[in-house]
């Protein structure tokens, strides 16, 4: 007999995600689910199956997205087919609210009662559970799971020091988006169109680096008498359009990747951001208070006029660079007759690309009793016959990780964005290849409050001008902060 819960309330978008899709999105934006509710009944209780009785797999999900009605129905429909596939599996649906679904889970993990499988869930989602997540390798190996469907560097991006605690699923790359027009009024080249390419600039050959996009942003921004912010007599105070905007990237772990790569930020209990990481800080700061700026300051960046945050899709910036989920959010500026296209990242100061990869997937609850049976029931739900049941169907919206199925994801984005270009899609696939192992949402102890630490530390460069800010003994402070919460 099949148990399903139905609990069906208010979705929180994912964490930090504003009205308009705003604010800084942790994970991809999900779709707010209908407020009706259903009756709730207590979980299944996971016992070990008679002789020749099928085992039970609970699936849980809440974390993320999934409790919409709408979704539930095909998830539902999910259950169910596997069901009638699998005579030696029940697959049994949990459905919590997502504003529940934390303490709910905690709670039946604490009695040892913990579901099987649990997602979609992003990273910054699973850190509240680190070190609750089965190592797949053994299964992996056993069961002969074919992991070449998957770019390699999203099967490294769930590698961690307990093993390889997840497979992808629903992918969002980065990308620099940037604004066609704006670079032909400025007489600019655009971004490469492809990885490797060089760049065109005063009618030279140059490295696509950050170097480069910085001169680039500088001659983008521009003031209300129509000077960018390299020439004589621009006016700072009178930013009409700036070069770049780290849409909805605001955060140290985020931009700090960007610029200067991937880092294990925590080493034997303290603090270990690189010195790079500093100076990618540095960097953005200067981006906003700078004798150049290129950037927008957080109160500009707030202004109604840009956009109150959302400052690409207001027509504001010339270039952002932000995951594919963003392309939620550009209705705005689509509807009014803009078009954007998407370019390859710049290289960093180390030679390589660094870029970002938001990711959701499922996991599996090392506690589980049954772990080969619930990977079996997680390569479903992640691979062709879930793909088809819930992503396909638009159950959950993103770019799954298998390549033979993207089509479908990026047809629906130019239904929506007629003008994209395929070699702007092509980008936006390559840019699987460059996952920030480890991810920017990485665990952290006391996960929450030190990345809203470092939150802060990023909030503050954004709204202090040079002469009340001390960078160095705000970066010291941050590190001295950090400490003490990881030591909690």
């Not at 819960?5 to 964490?15: C, R, T």
């Not at 008679?50 to 849980?60: D, L, Q, S």
């Not at 990237?249 to 603090?271: E, L, P, W």
Request: charged share 20%.
């Amino acid at each position: 007999m099949k148990k399903l819960l139905y609990v069906l309330s208010l979705l929180i978008i994912a964490s930090m995600v504003l009205a308009a899709c705003g604010g800084t999105p942790t994970e991809a934006p999900v779709e707010e689910p209908a407020a009706t509710e259903a009756p709730v009944e207590e979980p299944v209780a996971t016992e070990e199956p008679a002789a020749g009785e099928a085992v039970t797999i609970r699936w849980f999900v809440g974390l993320g997205t999934g409790t919409d009605a709408s979704q539930v129905e095909l998830e539902e429909a999910v259950v169910a087919a596997f069901n009638e596939s699998h005579d030696n599996i029940e697959l049994v649906l949990e459905i919590v609210p997502y504003d529940s679904a934390r303490d709910t889970l905690s709670t039946q993990i604490a009695s040892g009662n913990g579901p099987d499988i649990i997602g979609p869930v992003g990273v910054g989602g699973s850190n509240a559970f680190y070190g609750q997540w089965l190592d797949l390798t053994p299964y992996i190996e056993e069961s002969g799971f074919d992991l070449s469907v998957f770019n390699p560097a999203l099967v490294e991006f769930y590698q961690t020091e307990e093993g390889q605690v997840g497979l992808p699923f629903l992918v969002f790359p980065a990308a620099v988006y940037y604004i066609p027009s704006m670079f032909d009024e400025a007489g600019l080249a655009y971004p490469p169109s492809a990885y490797g390419e060089k760049y065109t600039l005063d009618d030279a050959e140059v490295d696509w680096n950050w170097d480069t996009f910085t001169e680039v942003a500088k001659r983008l921004t521009v003031d209300t008498n129509g000077n960018n912010s390299t020439d004589d007599g621009f006016d700072a105070a009178n930013v009409v359009q700036v070069g770049y905007s780290p849409q909805w990237q605001t955060h140290v772990n985020y931009a700090a990747s960007y610029r200067s790569g991937a880092a294990s930020i925590v080493a034997d209990g303290k603090s270990a951001m690189p010195d790079s990481w500093k100076a990618a800080m540095q960097w953005y700061y200067d981006g906003m208070y700078g004798d150049q700026p290129y950037m927008a300051t957080g109160p500009l960046a707030a202004a109604p006029e840009f956009g109150n945050g959302n400052l690409f899709n207001s027509g504001k910036a010339a270039m952002a660079i932000t995951p594919l989920w963003y392309t939620c959010c550009l209705g705005d500026f689509a509807t009014a007759g803009g078009e954007f296209q998407a370019g390859a990242l710049p290289v960093g100061d180390d030679g390589e690309i660094h870029g970002r990869v938001d990711a959701d997937t499922m996991r599996i609850w090392k506690g589980t009793k049954n772990p080969a049976e619930a990977f079996e029931v997680l390569t479903y739900l992640i691979g062709p016959e879930g793909i088809e049941g819930l992503v396909l169907t638009g159950a959950y919206s993103g770019l799954t990780a298998i390549e033979e199925f993207q089509a479908a994801y990026f047809d629906g984005l130019k239904e929506r964005y007629p003008f994209l270009s395929d070699e702007s899609i092509a980008v936006f696939v390559a840019g699987l290849s460059y996952a920030d192992a480890p991810s920017a949402e990485q665990y952290q102890p006391n996960w929450n409050e030190a990345f809203a630490r470092q939150q802060t530390f990023f909030d503050l460069l954004q709204n202090t001008p040079p002469d009340q800010l001390d960078f160095e003994a705000e970066w010291a402070k941050m590190v001295e902060d950090l400490d003490a919460i990881y030591a909690k």
